[in-house]
């Protein structure tokens, strides 16, 4: 029977195979970067890959450095470096020692060929951009259902406007087929009733997992909607083809959440302010009308005992009755309504805050502290109280984790 | 308006009918029947949008299927919600 080896045996055996071999030592690679990651501890990691193959890569921070240019996904470089094999993961990698730019990657040759077809087309125009509605009733949102995207869209627009309904169609967005499920998904949310408005888009990912946002069919498929759409991948850095083609590009899912429904509080408050001046209005011409309507009826001419007038004396009373009426019943319902709104805006209101015993600190320039770090101790703040202000030095302070808005240890 | 005109109007078309009233109202032009009547209509209107602010928490759901042109759907859960507590 053949001998046993461990798994550390056999990749010691292998690594010593690879590393003794003096080719490999020094080698230089052409490829394309993906993947590509910087570690917190400066290391970088990415792949290296062409038509047929991909190589792990790491370079050291010592090495990378001096490193001229900012690798990013999609960049054809060359790399230097040594091949070695980690036996952690049981992968062979290039240690990368030097790097250069070696030219456009294929990928972002195809983004560029692309983009510049559909702006000659005119597909980017912002002649072509469709406003979006200032209050959806009902949102499509077009992603993966087991993303983060997904939940982030729930959960921002719900804490906005809890009463908006979101309809999720499921989309593949990553992998080959991706590309043409997002563009089914938007031409089939197109023959859904009741949708307002729609948002598509994913979390952040390599340009390879964001790519089917950068294919035609997706770009026409926006295009052809008839509902507006709000696109949203990746990160505030990535830029798609799919968000030049959009109604509106948001920077993140969160961020098409926030600009696809509006915050109830702030509604709350224009509405409000609308009630006020239709009030004010409706009185202002309630007390015009009546003004006018007793200078005319003490007019001399119809307080003439003429025979028409007598004859419509009854209607004009029976009128005069209808109006004071109308004026009362307006009155106390426009005033109902106020004394209701006035409570609203009261609550919403800061004061309500400092009444419960709330205070707000600012400094000398009028600014808000929310940390303890913003001020220094000598530093003069002054404390807003439900009544009254006090002016306060501060003596020490302390900063907590958990509790940014404490204030303990700011002795006044 | 009626009440079923009034719930036929979106939250937008409302508000936008709203501010129409208010500006008719400020310039004080019309009759005083037409005044009224105006009026009238903005309170509804007012109480109809803040009726809407109102509403009750929105359905999240996920498209199952449309099967001969009938659409399918049912509750979408966001496995994270619960944590949140919202």
């Given amino acids: 029977m053949a001998k046993i080896y461990t798994v550390s045996e056999l990749t010691g055996y292998i690594k010593a195979l690879i590393e003794r071999d003096a080719a490999l030592a020094g080698v230089w690679v052409k490829g394309e970067i993906s993947n590509f990651t910087r570690h917190s501890s400066g290391h970088m990691y990415f792949t290296l890959k062409d038509e047929r193959a991909r190589l792990r890569c790491v370079m050291f921070r010592t090495e990378n450095r001096l490193l001229p240019f900012e690798p990013a996904d999609g960049m054809a470089v060359l790399a230097a470096g040594r091949v070695a094999v980690y036996p952690k993961s049981g992968e062979y990698q290039l240690y990368v020692e030097q790097m250069e730019v070696a030219g456009i990657g294929s990928l972002y040759l195809a983004f560029e060929e692309l983009k510049k077809r559909l702006a000659q087309e005119g597909l980017f125009d912002p002649a072509r951009k469709k406003p979006l509605p200032a209050f959806p009733a009902k949102i499509g949102v077009i992603t993966s259902p087991t993303g983060a995207a997904v939940r982030d869209i729930i959960r921002i627009a719900r804490r906005r406007f809890p009463s908006v309904d979101l309809l999720v169609i499921p989309a593949q967005v990553q992998g080959d087929q991706a590309a043409q499920s997002i563009s089914a998904a938007l031409h089939l949310a197109n023959t859904l009733p009741d949708l307002d408005l729609l948002i598509v888009g994913r979390g952040g990912g390599s340009i390879e997992e964001l790519w089917a946002f950068n294919e035609e069919i997706v770009a026409r498929a926006i295009a052809a909607s008839r509902l507006p759409v709000i696109s949203a991948v990746g990160h505030e850095t990535d830029f798609t083809i799919a968000d030049m083609v959009a109604d509106l590009r948001a920077p993140t899912p969160s961020g098409a959440a926030e600009v696809a429904v509006p915050e109830l509080g702030e509604l709350r408050r224009r509405l409000l302010m609308m009630t006020e001046r239709l009030r004010m209005a409706g009185l202002r011409v309630l007390e015009r009308k009546r003004d006018r309507w007793a200078e005319m009826a003490g007019h001399p001419a119809l307080l003439k005992p003429q025979r028409w007038l007598d004859i419509k004396r009854q209607r004009v009373d029976e009128a005069e009755e209808r109006l004071a009426r109308a004026i009362r019943n307006l009155l106390e319902k426009a005033e109902a309504v106020f004394h209701k709104e006035l409570a609203t805006l009261d609550a919403l209101s800061p004061l309500a805050t400092l009444r419960r015993g709330y205070s707000i600190c600012r400094k000398e320039d009028g600014r808000v502290v929310r940390e303890a770090g913003e001020v220094a101790p000598g530093e003069r703040v002054r404390v807003i109280l439900s009544r009254g202000e006090l002016s306060c030095t501060v003596n020490r302070r302390e900063e907590t984790l958990d509790e940014p808005g404490g204030t303990e240890g700011k002795e006044l | ?86």
């Fill in chain 2, 1 to 86: 308006m009626n009440q079923a005109e009034l719930k036929e109007k979106s939250f937008e078309e409302a508000i936008a009918r709203l501010e129409q009233i208010i500006e008719l109202l400020e310039k004080g032009e019309l009759s005083l029947e037409e005044n009224l009547k105006l009026f009238e209509e903005g309170i509804a209107l007012a109480r109809h949008c803040r009726n809407r602010l109102d509403e009750a928490q929105g359905k999240v759901e996920i498209l199952l299927g449309v099967e001969e042109g009938e659409v399918k759907t049912g509750p979408f859960q966001a496995e994270e919600e619960e944590k949140t507590g919202e």
